[in-house]
């Protein structure tokens, strides 16, 4: 049933050339990552080794910084968070609510 001829004639577009990275059919460097249960993929930007190294290590850093928490938030919840930083007469808040 499976022909292990056309196992090896299936070659992959993907490379793998480090840990998370990974070259796309000769056109450029992504991203691989495993995350809080969730794989992520992004493009680099690049066609040069050293340069995706560098990027891979910026958008590693990156990642770090993202609160997951703020992640499901919605948009009514970030205006509430803006609307609580506002400061001045009630005119000026008044401006910016939309009762």
Request: hydrophobic share 30%.
């Amino acid at each position: 049933m499976n022909d292990p001829k056309k196992a090896e004639e299936q070659i992959s577009d993907w490379k793998k050339v480090g840990p998370s990275l990974y070259r796309y059919k000769n056109k450029g460097y992504y991203a691989l990552i495993k995350l809080r249960g969730k794989q992520i993929r992004r493009s680099l930007g690049t066609n040069d080794l050293a340069h995706a190294w560098r990027a891979l290590a910026d958008f590693k850093r990156d990642l770090d910084l993202v609160d997951p928490s703020l992640s499901r938030r919605t948009l009514e919840g970030h205006a509430e968070q803006f609307l609580e930083t506002l400061s001045g007469s009630p005119s000026t808040k008044g401006r910016w609510r939309a009762e």
